[in-house]
């Protein structure tokens, strides 16, 4: 495309010359006069040396633009057909490197989105397998005979049917947090109400396992601009892992402090802290440390709700000294 109207360009530009030349010089000849013939034909002369020159320039541009445009063209091309590796050389007049610069940052992008799904879905092919395997072997077993179908056998199947309910709402609050379509009901709500109701739902599964919860929100705290159910999915997840992670007579404690334009809460543990390779990735999916339990998607589902209340999150933790998670949340204006 480019080579054609670039040749297009350069024929019509000779044309004109050599007509201007052919006009100047049969008027030259029709004056009869010689000075002023001369005169033309010396600018006849001269207009054709323009045309040669700009056909010269024609010639040069379009080879220097062509070969970076033909570059994008079939680059595009591939990454139309799935090749996201597909990447161009920036070179050629400002306006093409720029371009190409544009092009290349593009395919990078689609390239990380593609590798992260193609991980993604492995992560969550291996998270339905095993609940999957579970519920089919032992209806299967009942089924045959092998198993009576009493409530010690038909509890695995229960259980399972639960973890494969809880990935679900994971994934749809994750889908929806990343396709901007997570919907807030917002609300002026009481931290120190809202977390020590949170903290009761757990009580029974900390003191069973020797854990001692405690909260610490001042009087202090004001309102907080929040969904109360998905700030109760926060601190649910941060106290599961918390309980889960804290060996017998530790402590995990809760507690809010005002700050500047923000409320900041913390949920901390005294047990035996996230391993230093692994912290820098904890709110990512399906990362889990040494012996979880969990689908490694409540770390990521409690960033992505606390960002979408427009807050952050962040977690410090030593080995053998235990866990600190540490979000903010906006108060009531």
Request: aromatic share 4%; glycine share 12%; charged share 20%.
């Amino acid at each position: 495309m480019v080579w054609r109207v670039g040749c297009l360009l350069i024929v019509l530009l000779l044309f004109i010359s050599l007509v201007g030349t052919v006009m100047v010089g049969l008027a030259a000849a029709a004056l009869g006069v010689a000075g002023i013939a001369w005169s033309l034909r010396l600018a006849a002369v001269a207009a054709l040396l323009i045309g040669v020159l700009g056909v010269a320039g024609g010639v040069a541009w379009v080879r220097r633009l062509a070969a970076p445009v033909t570059e994008l063209i079939v680059a595009a091309g591939r990454v139309e057909a799935g090749d996201f590796g597909a990447r161009v050389t920036e070179r050629g007049p400002r306006e093409v490197r720029a371009v190409a610069g544009a092009f290349n940052a593009m395919s990078a992008r689609l390239e990380a989105t593609e590798a992260r799904r193609r991980s993604f879905l492995a992560d969550v092919t291996h998270e339905l397998r095993t609940p999957l395997s579970v519920i089919r072997g032992q209806a299967e077993g009942i089924a045959d005979g092998l198993y009576p179908g009493d409530a010690a056998h038909l509890a695995p199947i229960l259980g399972a049917t639960r973890t494969l309910e809880t990935l679900v709402d994971d994934l749809r609050t994750l889908t929806l947090s990343e396709s901007g379509s997570l919907v807030l009901e917002r609300e002026s709500v009481d931290l120190a109400v809202l977390v020590n109701e949170t903290l009761e739902s757990f009580r029974a599964n900390a003191e069973a396992g020797g854990v001692q919860l405690r909260e610490q929100v001042g009087g202090t705290v004001p309102l907080v601009d929040a969904d109360p159910a998905r700030l109760r999915s926060i601190l649910a997840n941060l106290l599961a892992n918390a309980i889960r992670h804290t060996p017998s007579g530790g402590t995990v404690t809760v507690r809010a402090r005002p700050g500047p334009g923000l409320v900041e809460i913390e949920v901390a543990d005294t047990g035996a802290g996230i391993p230093p390779e692994l912290l820098p990735n904890v709110f990512e999916r399906f990362v889990r440390g040494p012996g979880s339990q969990g689908s490694g998607l409540g770390l990521a589902i409690a960033r992505d709700l606390v960002v979408a209340h427009g807050g952050t999150i962040r977690a410090e933790s030593e080995p053998g000294l235990g866990t600190i998670f540490r979000f903010t949340i906006p108060p009531e204006s």
